[in-house]
């Protein structure tokens, strides 16, 4: 494995998704080249015919180009906030959205019937709050103009989830869940360490009777809000696992209500980390409470688990609309009249869940049909191997 500069220094935050976003650019137009170059001396009869980028980085496209290489882009989001975010300079252009953002004409944005639509809190730069990181993220949106130059964007879904998508995006090639090509859960995806004394844990519980909750790797909450959601959980009764980091209530540690542990000792196992794969595919897990991030909704969608939706911020808004609305697999937990999901709201969402058997039948069903898509034969199989052979020709 070869590295390239990232640009950071000692004074940066290495963990700023929007710091690395910036700094990037300005050092990799340079070592990005001078690597592939050296590769291409080094194998001079296997020369880098094909660049894959991240949609974060599009002016890489112009690098592979100018080497000679295909530029083909991988999408981690869904194929919908892919579309969204390709379409952003024409809506732009039209008038829909101003230059900072928001929604001008409009109170919703539809690019296909077929396709949930995005109000204006739910567009895949919003971040509640905190008008400065939308700004910001929107302007790396714009700066997708670049984006049109790939050939072919990998996406990390299947056809079956979002068939609307390839009529607006004829050259998405659909090869996930990606998640699933690990038959046996046993590739760690993340930074953390995995605790997983958890799965024996679940081994002790009833099949379906299991709530796991997990919000990712960014999201932050008020002590407050942490507050009502233990609570919640104490009051539905039901065992839990739940992932809590370190720096979950707003970069510190969380600090739970007085007694809660000592009472919910019988019921709940909090850990730090845990693997989800393997966590979701366990028969115990009866619904995710999500903050709805592609990863961890594929995850849940490819492994047949009910959703309790707490989306946080940029594409899980338009995610959420999908589990509920779409797919009808979860429902969504809803802020109170102070912008707080509460211990009452939480229980009530939970018991609705459970007592209605339509959710897990869904869910299962979407669980066959992404087993099917990336079997021998299926939608993501037969996209990877075309893809795979295209490169071939090259």
């Not at 500069?5 to 070592?31: E, V």
């Not at 959205?97 to 809190?121: F, Q």
């Not at 233990?230 to 739940?242: H, T, V």
């Not at 995850?299 to 609309?321: I, K, M, T």
Request: with cysteine; proline share 6%; hydrophobic share 35%.
């Amino acid at each position: 494995m070869t590295t390239v500069p990232d640009g950071l220094t000692p004074d940066d935050d290495p963990n700023s998704p929007f710091t690395l976003l910036q700094t990037l650019p300005k050092t990799m137009p340079q070592s990005l080249p001078e690597l592939l170059q050296r590769i291409n001396r080094e194998n001079p009869n296997e020369k880098i015919s094909c660049v894959i980028a991240d949609l974060s980085f599009p002016w890489i496209f112009d690098i592979a180009e100018n080497m000679g290489a295909e530029p083909v882009g991988f999408s981690p989001p869904s194929a919908a906030c892919l579309a969204m975010m390709l379409h952003t300079l024409k809506l732009l252009e039209e008038g829909t959205l101003d230059a900072n953002g928001p929604l001008k004409n409009g109170d919703v944005i539809s690019l296909s019937d077929d396709i949930p639509s995005w109000s204006g809190k739910e567009l895949p730069w919003s971040f509640a709050g905190d008008l400065k990181a939308e700004k910001h993220f929107f302007e790396l949106v714009k700066g997708y103009k670049d984006a049109g130059k790939a050939k072919l964007w990998l996406c990390n879904t299947c056809y079956e989830l979002e068939p609307a998508v390839a009529e607006l995006l004829p050259n998405i090639l659909p090869v996930g869940p990606l998640n699933l090509l690990d038959s046996n859960n046993s590739r760690s995806t993340n930074f953390y360490s995995e605790d997983s004394s958890c799965l024996s844990w679940l081994d002790s519980k009833l099949d379906g009777s299991v709530i796991y909750v997990s919000f990712g790797s960014f999201a932050v909450f008020s002590q407050q809000q942490l507050d009502e959601l233990a609570l919640g959980l104490e009051l539905s009764g039901r065992a839990f696992l739940w992932v809590i980091r370190p720096d979950l209530a707003n970069g510190s540690r969380v600090a739970y209500p007085d007694g809660f542990l000592e009472r919910v000792s019988g019921l709940g196992k909090i850990v730090e980390w845990a693997p989800q794969n393997r966590v979701l595919s366990h028969s115990a897990i009866g619904c995710f409470v999500s903050h709805c991030g592609w990863n961890s909704t594929l995850e849940g969608v490819s492994r047949g688990v009910p959703f309790l939706c707490w989306s946080y911020f940029a594409d899980q808004l338009h995610n959420e609309r999908d589990i509920c609305e779409k797919w009808e697999i979860g429902l969504k937990i809803e802020f109170d009249e102070v912008g707080i999901r509460s211990r009452h709201e939480i229980k009530k969402k939970i018991d609705m869940l459970f007592c209605d058997s339509k959710f897990k039948e869904n869910a299962s069903k979407l669980k066959e049909m992404c087993g099917k898509s990336v079997s021998d034969g299926g939608s993501s199989c037969k996209n990877l191997e075309k893809f795979i052979d295209h490169l071939s020709r090259r």
